[in-house]
């Protein structure tokens, strides 16, 4: 997932604090029924990379990702399962 993840604990050149900015919430759902729900913190790196395995996905099942961070910013992604 695409996200810079700062703690808020992290400083720039000129010694200031970098705000907080990172995921606290994830949804994966398939064809609309959640099948993941998770939490995460700032103990998370940058552009987290979510691994996962679901039970029952079939051939063209629709598999979306969605999330919300610090600022209330949100993103959603969609993909098709290809092969079970």
């Given amino acids: 997932m695409p ?9 720039d050149q000129a010694g200031d604090f970098i705000p907080a900015h990172y995921i606290t ?15 995460l913190s700032r103990a998370v790196s940058e552009d987290p990379l979510l691994y996962f395995r679901i039970k029952g ?4 099942d629709q598999v979306t990702v ?10 959603s992604d969609e993909a098709r399962i290809l092969a079970a």
Avoid: Q, Y
């Avoid at 919430?25 to 939490?39: C, H, Q, S, Y």
């Avoid at 969605?66 to 993103?75: F, K, N, Q, V, Y």
């Fill in 3 to 11: 996200h810079p993840m700062e703690t808020g604990f992290r400083k």
């Fill in 25 to 39: 919430e994830v949804r994966i759902e398939v064809d609309g029924k959640p099948v993941l729900n998770a939490m």
């Fill in 57 to 60: 996905g079939a051939p063209g």
């Fill in 66 to 75: 969605s999330w919300l961070d610090t600022r209330g910013e949100r993103r």
